[in-house]
């Protein structure tokens, strides 16, 4: 078994962190919301092919996945882009195996106007990479193969099998993730466990809720607006729709409701108002309002019973207006169940040693008010996963960053990790 030198290790790490920033960089500037990933996985899959990878397709195809309880219903308008899946050959099948997997995929930037600089033209400032994506998350994809990358110049390769998947639509549905379980599943490929470097300030998740998109599509009775009384005002059920939603929110974050991983966080659950629109005329009583809503929910709560609660607020509270208007309901995006992974599996209790060597201080644990694509590969795939990935700051808002230093402290915690857990074999001509 081979060791490695972690002076050694921290040296190659801050030799390569141009490489980091110049990579960063790169990627950040293809534009890739989720839906629109083709130009970032093409990016991705010729910098892998470059590292020695063998690189797969793993296509997204809904028909395939629809009777799969992880599965999403897909978000109108989605061209179907592939996630990758790439392996180093000349493995040793007796050694522990090791994917790291994290998305390419962004959300939208918001009015362009209102960033420093353009967000998808990156910048460097006082130890920051700016950019929609640097944080959340292609600062951690490229971290995390600034790892492997530093093993190889100290003439290492993982002993044990190394893959590494860019997946599509973690924003909106998590489908690529679960795409590729199920590819792996087909295949016959076993892996012994899963890191996703999400922005995740250097600690390691444990728990993360489940989620769940809404549409609510509200129709009224146009009138004109100085004979209101004769319409039905979409706008104004849909207000009253929300304020029944937030006190849904309320009761959910009861403290006899709130799982234990949250007992102290009041708000853990959140229901947001993501998106609204309606109305034609200022002086017309509004006809339409359609609201996209994003709510979460408690590990050991089933998705549709979830669904299936708020659904039935939306028509209690359609019911309790005076002139009640139609009201339509549709679950398009994230069917996102909760999962739970316990800290002392084998890989987090590693991964736990690896940063408490490098940095000198115990590893922190933490629970996540949102969802990843960890759920998939543990509750689907039956591989210990968790999220450790660098400090970010404003990921889905303005001027999004992740930091440099950072990255770097989270290069060197995967090249450890890699050694400890798949071992080491010399690169060929060396040693």
């Not at 009583?285 to 609660?309: H, N, Y």
């Not at 994230?334 to 999962?339: L, Q």
Request: hydrophobic letters at 45%; a negative charge.
């Amino acid at each position: 078994m081979e060791s490695i030198d972690t002076a050694a290790l921290r040296a190659a790490v801050a030799a390569r962190m141009p490489w980091i920033e110049a990579q960063l960089r790169d990627i950040v500037a293809i534009p890739s919301v989720s839906g629109s990933e083709e130009a970032v996985q093409a990016r991705m899959r010729s910098l892998l092919e470059e590292l020695g990878f063998v690189t797969h397709v793993v296509p997204t195809r809904p028909e395939t996945l629809t009777q799969h309880p992880g599965y999403s219903r897909p978000v109108p308008g989605h061209t179907g882009a592939a996630s990758l899946f790439a392996s180093l050959p000349g493995a040793d099948p007796a050694a522990r195996s090791l994917l790291v997997s994290g998305h390419v995929d962004v959300v939208p930037t918001g009015p362009e106007a209102m960033w420093r600089d353009a967000p998808f033209a990156p910048a460097t400032r006082d130890g920051w990479i700016y950019g929609r994506g640097a944080g959340d998350m292609k600062g951690g994809l490229v971290a995390a193969l600034a790892g492997l990358v530093a093993l190889r110049d100290l003439g290492f390769a993982p002993r044990g099998a190394f893959h590494f998947n860019t997946v599509v639509e973690e924003e909106c549905t998590g489908n690529g993730a679960l795409a590729t379980v199920a590819w792996m599943k087909r295949r016959g490929l076993t892996v012994d466990a899963v890191l996703d470097p999400e922005p995740s300030a250097e600690t390691i998740q444990l728990a993360q809720l489940g989620v769940a998109w809404m549409q609510i599509a509200i129709v009224g009775r146009p009138a004109h607006a100085g004979h209101k009384q004769l319409g039905s005002n979409a706008i104004e059920a849909a207000i009253h729709v929300w304020s029944r939603l937030k006190a849904l929110e309320g009761r959910w974050n009861a403290p006899e409701r709130r799982h234990p991983a949250f007992a102290d966080d009041p708000g853990a659950i959140k229901f947001n108002l993501g998106r609204i629109e309606g109305g034609e005329w200022t002086s017309s009583v509004p006809v339409e309002c359609r609201m996209g809503v994003r709510f979460s929910f408690f590990p050991g709560t089933d998705p549709q019973a979830a669904k299936d609660e708020v659904a039935q607020a939306v028509r209690a509270a359609i019911a309790e207006l005076p002139r009640p208007p139609r009201v339509e309901i549709g679950f398009d995006g994230f069917h996102a169940e909760p999962c739970e992974v316990p800290a002392d599996a084998p890989p987090l209790a590693m991964l736990a040693q690896v940063h408490a060597e490098l940095r000198g201080a115990p590893a922190g644990f933490r629970n996540i008010t949102a969802t990843t694509d960890v759920r998939h590969f543990w509750l689907h795939g039956g591989i210990p996963a968790t999220c450790y990935g660098p400090v970010a700051r404003d990921i889905h808002g303005l001027d999004e960053c992740v930091s440099l230093e950072s990255l770097g402290r989270v290069a060197e915690v995967y090249a450890l990790f890699i050694a400890r857990w798949c071992g080491l074999r010399p690169l060929a001509g060396t040693g």
